[in-house]
């Protein structure tokens, strides 16, 4: 037995093996309005739990929490909102409405993860028992991530010297809506998976950008699009598909490619780094136990592109969301 006290701190674990616990609260706190009642002016505890229809105790648990995660401010017992919960949080007062994808957590994955211990000793993904309502709550959680990441996407990049983009085997068309909609010269060819070809002209025409766009059905592995495309977007692909199929892929990118065209790779990605940058390594596990789909090491991912006429140049890490490799047609 010790007899000194150890002094090494140990909050790190903590803060990881309690991370369960921030999560349940976020999710409960954007269920009941939490966020939306203080934009309209509930500032007290008391108040929160009068406009949520919580009572008083719970109410301050849940504030209290939210201000020590950085998402309320707390002074003289009144609360109030951070930039992030105002932008993300305030349902359809929201400039991006993040809780389709928080309802996703809460009633898909989270619950899907108490299967992990199983995919570990496995390696396998468990059972998510898919109805159409959880088919429903599933989807609308994945494309509200997707539209965070086409708006972060759209922040790194810069898309104005481009006219002819090719957006390969996607599952939004967030990724291209953004890049057209800062530049007005650019035309767009969607070359899908006919399974999400046929919902794509809806949400064009939604974002005014039909006329400028044409939608092709193919499957993603094979597809061989025509053109001589400047730009190419391969954004939540390569993890769902082998080696082979990503490389074939990306050759297949190149042939519709012309010299120097910029190619971009969207994806999380396992990394060689000192330290392992921590969304994509969680991803890593979410991918497996979800539906055994792989995040890859970026030094295999960019040796597929080097064999297939294409030039790594760059990765951009985008805020809380995949990184961007940046590829050039050679």
């Known amino acids: 037995m010790k007899t000194t006290p150890v002094k090494t701190d140990p909050s790190r674990i903590l803060d990881i093996a309690t991370g369960y616990m921030a999560a349940q609260q976020l999710f409960a706190a954007s269920r009941i309005g939490l966020f939306r009642a203080i934009s309209e002016g509930a500032a007290s505890s008391e108040d929160i739990a009068s406009t949520c229809n919580v009572t008083p105790r719970m109410a301050r648990i849940l504030a209290d929490t939210m201000a020590s995660l950085d998402l309320l401010t707390r002074a003289n017992a009144q609360y109030a909102l951070t930039d992030a919960a105002r932008t993300y949080l305030l349902g359809e007062a929201s400039e991006l ?123 993603t592995a094979t597809a061989r699009p025509q053109g001589e495309h400047d730009l190419v977007f391969v954004n939540h692909v390569i993890h769902r598909f082998s080696a082979e199929e990503n490389q074939q892929i990306f050759k297949n990118a190149r042939a519709a490619s012309v010299e120097g065209a910029r190619l971009t790779v969207l994806d999380f990605f396992l990394d060689d780094e000192p330290k392992q940058r921590a969304i994509d390594a969680l991803h890593a596990g979410e991918y497996l136990v979800i539906d055994g789909t792989v995040v890859f090491p970026e030094s295999e991912v960019r040796q597929w592109l080097e064999g297939s006429g294409w030039r790594p140049i760059e990765t951009i890490a985008l805020p809380g969301c995949p990184r961007v490799l940046v590829a050039e047609a050679v």
């Open 97 to 219: 409405d993040l809780a389709p994808f928080l309802t996703f957590l809460r009633e898909i994955s989270y619950p899907h993860w108490l299967q992990f211990t199983q995919t570990v000793d496995t390696d396998q993904p468990g059972d998510l028992g898919m109805n159409e309502a959880r088919w429903g709550t599933f989807l609308g959680g994945v494309m509200t991530y997707n539209r965070l990441h086409a708006d972060m996407f759209a922040n790194a990049m810069d898309f104005s010297e481009h006219k002819h983009a090719l957006d390969l085997g996607g599952l939004a068309p967030y990724f291209a809506i953004r890049a057209m909609q800062s530049n007005t010269d650019l035309k767009t060819t969607f070359a899908y998976a006919p399974d999400f070809a046929d919902r794509i002209p809806e949400q064009l025409a939604e974002a005014g950008v039909s006329e400028r766009s044409q939608v092709v059905g193919m499957p």
